[in-house]
């Protein structure tokens, strides 16, 4: 996240920004093969400007993630009208997708980022962006439209309570157990939807 000294080009802070998401996202390049010197040369900058303004790609990727520009690679949740089934389906599946070692790799780096990230990396966490417009939120947006929640259920807070567990878990033990899982999510759903 960026640090104290001269100041900083918001054109180039931008540019930085949409480079590191454009890798990671159009060109698909994996976390581990994206490199400060890439970004660099993606977003028209030296190397030093990075260096300047993050402490390393890692800082970087976090920033795009916290700001929106960089979103996180989910496949959509299935919408068959039964939300228990779907999530557990959605949530089998990408337990199978997150066992790469590149997966774990990016979530053990931004934990490092956000731990070690000051105001500003808070400032944007605290904004509650991150699981905003993500597969899981837009499913249980999908299912409060419908009126399958009880009232006063944020669906971005509930995709938070569902996801954030599900990246500890990543980052701390590699792929997540799926009954783990199950039983995560089970408790989640008491919590949100209505009692008959």
């Not at 960089?70 to 299935?78: A, G, M, R, S, T």
Request: with cysteine; net charge negative; proline share 4%.
């Amino acid at each position: 996240m960026g640090i104290r000294g001269r100041p900083r080009s918001e054109a180039s802070h931008h540019a930085v920004l949409d480079a590191a998401a454009k890798l990671l996202e159009q060109e698909r390049c994996s976390y581990q093969d994206l490199t400060v010197e890439r970004i660099a040369a993606e977003a028209g900058v030296g190397k030093q400007t990075i260096y300047r303004w993050w402490k390393n790609k890692a800082g970087v990727v976090l920033e795009a993630l916290l700001t929106g520009r960089l979103k996180l690679d989910f496949e959509p949740v299935p919408n068959t009208g039964d939300l228990r089934a779907d999530l557990m389906s959605w949530l089998d599946s990408e337990i199978t997708r997150a066992g790469g070692e590149d997966t774990a790799v990016m979530a053990r780096s931004l934990m490092a980022a956000l731990v070690t990230g000051g105001e500003e990396t808070r400032a944007l966490l605290n904004g509650g962006i991150v699981w905003e417009g993500m597969a899981v939120a837009e499913r249980l947006r999908a299912e409060q439209e419908a009126g399958g929640l009880r009232e006063g259920v944020d669906p971005s807070m509930v995709a938070a309570t569902i996801m954030d567990p599900f990246i500890i878990r990543l980052i701390t033990v590699g792929s997540p157990d799926p009954e783990w899982m199950r039983a995560q999510l089970d408790m989640v759903l008491t919590g949100i939807l209505p009692r008959d």
